[in-house]
């Protein structure tokens, strides 16, 4: 198990950086970039909810999931995305491929560890502006990473507690160009910028048992506002277009770094669900997002958009027909059968238009292998935005997987 630990961490890191490249959304020129979905393939297939856990999954979303962890659990996930853009006047397609994540659990007599790494945010756009004399075009990549170190407890029955201590990293590489008719050189506003800063994460879920093994279950999780230090290193160039449109740079003005904080938003989230121990569940998140200032970042500040105080449901659970069947012939019974669906609000709003996000996804987990080791896969169909004021819709169909392996690490022999 150690050496199979050990060969998947070198594995997602080498390809970690990976999910930061292409392109993603042209909302990812606001901001740090498009938020990403930070939780499992289990959680996403169930809508995205944070409020379940059990003892061999992990749940990125609420620290105090971690109290529950009875066995060692290494996961990670990669994800592929079709996405159609379009807006009044014309559509495209791109696909996407990314690492969405690698965590691990180890669970000991004083509570669960935590180790898990996440890309936060993902900035990849292209964007062309086409006027009667010029044409500016926008291209930015990069993004913001959160590695997180977690711990939860159940100090009484029924109770579990927990808080992470995340550091985030990353960087952008934001660029302009402007390209007049009849000018020799174009110019060119480079922005490369790298991130970095801490932040917090509380969380807290309580058991009401009720009759033949069912239970109520309430979440509470609180990422408390931080700050995310940036420096920045701007240019401004004239160039000139070589060969494959390479840019050559003619002379080039240095404006030196720049340190600067910019703020990110508080985030609550209340959760509530039932369900029958191995069987079924079904749970509903509300999540409160604070608002977000951006005004450090003077190069993609644009007067027709703000960032506002958003709300996001979520909704999702699973079913299980029966997770000890023994016969083989029905080894389908034992999987993990799951759905849910999700509306949010983003915090961004370009031409006085929020914009909002819809999904609705289905999951399944395929147990196999020796203690619970498992494989799950899902499926998301999901939109983004509007065209509605000049603006631009997108559809996505996203395809995730991940595999768990599960051992006992820390568990005394009794017997030799």
């Not at 969405?100 to 000991?108: E, I, K, N, Q, R």
């Not at 292998?369 to 603006?391: D, I, K, V």
């Amino acid at each position: 198990m150690f050496k199979k630990f050990i060969t998947c961490i070198l594995l997602v890191i080498g390809s970690f950086a990976f999910a930061q490249q292409g392109l993603n959304s042209p909302y990812s020129f606001y901001g740090l970039g498009s938020n990403n979905f930070k939780g499992t393939v289990e959680n996403r297939s169930m809508g995205g909810i944070s409020n379940y856990s059990d003892s061999i999954h992990l749940n990125l979303r609420n620290p105090a999931a971690y109290g529950s962890l009875k066995a060692v659990a290494f996961t990670g996930a990669i994800s592929v995305e079709s996405v159609n853009y379009k807006d009044n006047n014309s559509s495209d397609q791109f696909n996407i491929t990314s690492v969405d994540y690698f965590a691990l659990g180890l669970p000991t007599k004083i509570g669960g560890f935590g180790a898990e790494l996440i890309p936060e945010t993902t900035v990849g756009y292209k964007i062309s502006a086409l006027g009667d004399e010029q044409l500016n075009e926008f291209e930015g990549r990069g993004g913001l990473n959160s590695f997180r170190l977690a711990y939860g407890v159940q100090p009484f029955k029924n109770l579990n507690i927990g808080a992470s201590l995340n550091y985030r990293f990353g960087n952008s590489e934001n660029k302009a160009l402007i390209i007049l008719n009849n000018v020799q050189y174009s110019t060119r506003d480079l922005n490369i910028n790298q991130f970095s800063g801490l932040s917090y994460n509380f969380g807290a879920m309580y058991d009401i048992p009720l009759k033949n093994k069912v239970r109520i279950r309430t979440s509470f999780n609180y990422v408390p506002a931080a700050t995310i230090n940036v420096d920045n290193n701007r240019t401004i160039a004239a160039v000139r277009f070589g060969n494959n449109n390479s840019e050559i740079v003619v002379n080039e003005l240095s404006f030196g770094d720049a340190n600067f904080d910019v703020e990110l938003p508080d985030l609550l989230t209340l959760g509530i669900g039932v369900g029958k121990e191995t069987s079924w569940y079904v749970g509903l998140d509300y999540v409160r997002e604070g608002q977000s200032n951006f005004d450090a970042l003077t190069f993609n500040n644009t007067e027709n958009a703000s960032y506002v105080a958003s709300n996001k449901f979520r909704l999702g659970g699973f079913y299980i027909p029966r997770y000890d069947e023994p016969n083989q012939k029905r080894f389908y019974k034992r999987f993990v059968y799951r759905a849910g669906l999700r509306f949010e609000e983003t915090g961004l709003n370009i031409n006085g238009q929020n914009i909002e996000e819809f999904g609705i996804s289905f999951g399944v987990g395929i147990p196999g292998g020796s203690f619970f080791t498992n494989a799950n896969l899902g499926l998301e169909y999901g939109q983004r935005g509007t065209t509605s004021n000049n603006l631009v819709q997108e559809n996505f169909f996203s395809f995730f997987l991940n595999f768990t392996f599960n051992d006992r690490w820390f568990i005394e022999k009794k017997y030799n």
